[in-house]
């Protein structure tokens, strides 16, 4: 089988969680609110219940949106190494 190249889809949007400054913006993106208000934790992790079931998002992690709706977390040094802004 002959060696081939792949690249990545086209873009998505992405927001990084950051707690205790940007909750609402994280709010917004993912549909629902972060933390009661006032109570914006910055060591806090951040609970997401997308269709496959909860997974967590930890402080410096990168929410992504696939074209399809999906919301998926990335690592920050993962996405730092893979992604560029569009």
């Given at each position: ?15 990084q969680y ?5 909750c ?7 549909g ?20 496959g079931?909860t997974?967590?998002?930890r402080?410096?992690d990168w ?21 560029e802004?569009?």
């Amino acid at each position: 089988m002959p060696i081939t190249v792949h690249q990545r889809r086209p873009a998505f949007e992405a927001v990084q969680y950051q707690p205790g400054v940007n909750c609402a913006e994280v709010g917004e993106f993912i549909g629902h609110e972060v933390h009661p208000p006032g109570q914006c934790d910055p060591s806090g992790v951040l609970e997401i219940p997308p269709s496959g079931g909860t997974t967590t998002a930890r402080p410096g992690d990168w929410l992504l949106r696939a074209r399809s709706g999906e919301l998926l977390i990335c690592a920050a040094e993962v996405f730092d190494l893979m992604y560029e802004p569009a």
